[in-house]
């Protein structure tokens, strides 16, 4: 075997690595990259639990920094070998005004492409979202497509706006040349809703279930398809594309690809019942129990309530007519390109996935207690 400080050559920077994926990307990182020497982790918010990590072999350098201000992303960078930004502003619910989402979310990424041109860093993977193509705002479906399924991608929500735009700038970076001249290698990967430990949303419905007696009801037509992949596996992806882009940067450079795996195709609250079912919770209905036209009502309703409660508190519920287009409309990926291109498999079967989350969802209930 080559000596281990020999392979352990490369410095690696996470972006929002304290973020639900990212710290998922950030352990991965640790037990899946043999050449890491340093890993440094980038966050508004860094978590407690960065300190365990500081005893492993690798150095980890955690940094509280914000994307925003260019300078600070310019020091982080410097000297990284491969940048993976994940950190953005992930909000659907209106809680943060749209000005913020954009400035977060595309000033924040233009920081990073610049930052890694001026310091000479040439590997950059971006995490996008399938909400850069869609489901788009006239609600027609996108059944089991792929990168190069024909779709209308039209945004007008702030938050897939601005991934949109973000996604543009890192692959329109592929190919300018960072300082020392050698050319920025750039990919994003988009994954559809992801699951798993430490999923705030998943969370909430079964805090929500608890405090309606161990019962959700259904919203959603059970034939409404909503792309859902393994965090887990969408951090093995992460690693792994970081890592090829080294190798394979004529082919996979510019590139997209959705971020998929086994999970089953199912309607977003059908999935979720997987993990919620056997901790104790009931999906009541086999149909919506209420129309779609009277949920669009309390859509639109809670869209009022916000705005007319904003000056006194932040009113920020589940339900919004984006939301509920986002689980109305069927959304689903199937694809292999990760395969063709890098050789992603993933790394979690639906099983183990399935299993680790109920076992984080019961955990959570452990400690409600
Ligand atoms: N959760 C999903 O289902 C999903 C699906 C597709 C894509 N994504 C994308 O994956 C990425 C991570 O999402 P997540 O679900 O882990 O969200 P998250 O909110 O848990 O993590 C985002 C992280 O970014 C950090 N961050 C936010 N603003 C920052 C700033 N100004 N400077 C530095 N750090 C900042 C946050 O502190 C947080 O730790 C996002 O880019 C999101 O768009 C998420
Ligand atoms: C009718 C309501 C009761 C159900 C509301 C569910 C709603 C909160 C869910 C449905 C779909 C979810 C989104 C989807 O999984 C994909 C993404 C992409 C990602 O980039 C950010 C998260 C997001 C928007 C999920 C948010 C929660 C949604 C809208």
Not at 173 to 197: D, F, H, Q, S, W
Not at 263 to 277: A, R, T
Not at 317 to 344: E, I, Q
């Amino acid at each position: 075997m080559a000596d281990s400080a020999q392979a352990q050559k490369l410095v690696y920077l996470v972006t929002g690595g304290c973020g639900f994926l990212g710290e998922h990307v950030v352990r991965m990182l640790l037990q899946q990259e043999p050449q890491l020497r340093e890993l440094r982790i980038f966050d508004l918010h860094l978590g407690p639990w960065l300190e365990e990590l500081k005893t492993g072999p690798v150095q980890v350098t955690a940094i509280q920094g914000d994307v925003t201000q260019a300078h600070e992303v310019a020091a982080a960078v410097a000297g990284a070998h491969v940048v993976i930004h994940t950190a953005g502003l992930v909000d659907v619910f209106g809680k943060t005004s749209p000005e913020t989402i954009h400035e977060v979310n595309v000033q924040g990424t233009r920081n990073v492409i610049e930052a890694c041109v001026q310091t000479g860093t040439r590997f950059l993977v971006y995490t996008s979202s399938m909400e850069v193509v869609g489901p788009n705002i006239k609600g027609q479906p996108f059944y089991r497509g792929n990168e190069n399924t024909p779709y209308e991608a039209v945004h007008r929500h702030p938050y897939p706006c601005s991934k949109a735009l973000a996604e543009q700038l890192v692959l329109e970076a592929n190919g300018r040349k960072v300082l020392g001249g050698l050319p920025l290698v750039t990919c994003a990967l988009r994954p559809t809703g992801i699951y798993g430990e430490g999923h705030q949303i998943m969370r909430d419905f079964y805090h929500q279930g608890l405090r309606l007696g161990g019962r959700l009801f259904r919203a959603i037509p059970a034939s409404v398809e909503h792309g859902r992949v393994y965090v887990g596996n969408v951090a093995w992806m992460h690693v792994l594309v970081a890592r090829e882009l080294q190798h394979r940067a004529a082919l996979m450079g510019g590139q997209v690809y959705f971020c998929y795996d086994n999970s089953p195709y199912k309607s977003y609250e059908d999935f979720n019942m997987e993990f919620l079912g056997p901790c104790g919770l009931r999906l009541v209905g086999t149909r919506p129990l209420l129309p779609y036209w009277l949920l669009l009502f309390l859509a639109a309703l809670n869209v009022l309530l916000q705005w007319l409660l904003r000056p006194l508190l932040l009113y920020a519920p589940l339900l919004n007519p984006y939301t509920l287009a986002m689980a109305n409309t069927t959304f689903t990926v199937s694809t292999d390109k990760a395969r063709r291109h890098f050789g992603y498999e993933p790394l979690f079967s639906w099983e183990e996935s399935r299993t680790r989350t109920i076992r984080w969802v019961q955990a959570v209930e452990g400690s409600a207690q």
